[in-house]
Every structure is written in structure tokens, then in C-alpha cells.
């Protein structure tokens, strides 16, 4: 087996129904303010693809919060909902695609605020380079993976076909 290494921002830098499953299996590291490294499998994304996407935050166009999304893929997107969950996505696509990726699921930890509450995230995540950061970042492996393809949850505000698109994938064990 091959020493599993960061990605690179030309991953991310493509359409965002190719990224998504293919960042199934791959490992998110976060390096915490105590100098401790933890290392996770990720085991559910969904997609968002840009202006078009009803249920994508950049639907309605560039903001203050979505700015990030209409930059190049390989960047991290955060949100805070509810008041107290940060959602950890990550930019794909070139220029202007606005689009990105939740992580839903990591290896033990299921929904993506738990996901935000373990690995401590908060607003100064916003806009970090994955291929550059000392705190977070994604790793390859060589793992061949399986998974399905489902409808995402909680988008139901944005209608039908989108409730309906299987963009949301889970890795099969």
C-alpha cells in the first residue's frame, strides 16, 4: 500500500458530482490546537452544483457567506446553522462554478454536525486551502471503494428534481 498523501487543489477542480464519490474512502486529517492529529475515513458527501443546483447555497447568487463558492475548487466552505453546527464543505470546480461538497459522514461520526463538533471547526476554517493548511487537509489512498448513490436530505425548500437527484453518496462497507 502506497503512503497516503494530501490531495491536491487540481482534484477539487473538477465537476462536482465527479468529486464527490471519488472523495469516498479518502482520509480527512485535522490537526487540532493541542498539536494531536486525528485521521478519518469519509463515509457520506453530497453534492451541490452551483447556480443551477436549487437546493446550493450559490442558487441565488454570489454573497457574503457563498463568496468562497465562486472560487477555484480545493477550498473550504463553513456555515454555521442552527446557531451552534459549523457544516464542513469543500469548494470544487473552476472559476466561478460555485459549487461544493458537504461531508455528511466520517468514519464513526454520522451527520455533518457532528462531523463540524469533532473536528472543532469555526469560522476562521472559512476559505482555508486544503492543499496548503497546517490544520486541515484531505488525503489519497489506494483504496477501491463502493458506493451507492441517494437523494439528498433536507433540501426539500428546493423542489422537484432536485429533491429527487441521487447526489448524495455513501460508502458502502
Known amino acids: 500500500m502506497k503512503e497516503n498523501h494530501r490531495l491536491p487543489s487540481a482534484f477539487f477542480q473538477r465537476e462536482v458530482t465527479e468529486v464527490a464519490p471519488e472523495m469516498l474512502g479518502k482520509i480527512l486529517v485535522r490537526k487540532f490546537d493541542d498539536g ?9 458527501v453530497e453534492a451541490y452544483r452551483g447556480r443551477d443546483d436549487k437546493a446550493c447555497h450559490a442558487n441565488k447568487g454570489m454573497t457574503p457567506r457563498t463568496e468562497v463558492m465562486f472560487r477555484e475548487g480545493g477550498l473550504v466552505y463553513v ?15 473552476k472559476l466561478n462554478d460555485a459549487s461544493a461538497v458537504l461531508i455528511r459522514g466520517i468514519e464513526e461520526i454520522h451527520g455533518p454536525g457532528r462531523v463540524g463538533k469533532a473536528l472543532q471547526l469555526d ?8 492543499s496548503r493548511s497546517d490544520r486541515i487537509w484531505i488525503e ?7 458506493y451507492k448513490a441517494v437523494p439528498r436530505v433536507g433540501i426539500d425548500y428546493a423542489g422537484e428534481p432536485w429533491i429527487s437527484i441521487p447526489w448524495r453518496f455513501i460508502l458502502e462497507k
Not at 456555515?79 to 470546480?93: F, Q, S
Not at 469560522?123 to 486544503?130: E, N, R
Open 79 to 93: 456555515y454555521l446553522i442552527y446557531g451552534m453546527y459549523w457544516m464542513l464543505n469543500i469548494v470544487t470546480g
Open 140 to 146: 489519497d489512498t489506494d483504496t477501491k471503494v463502493t
Open 36 to 44: 494531536s492529529v486525528q485521521k478519518y475515513t469519509i463515509t457520506e
Open 123 to 130: 469560522k476562521s476554517f472559512y476559505g482555508t486551502d486544503l
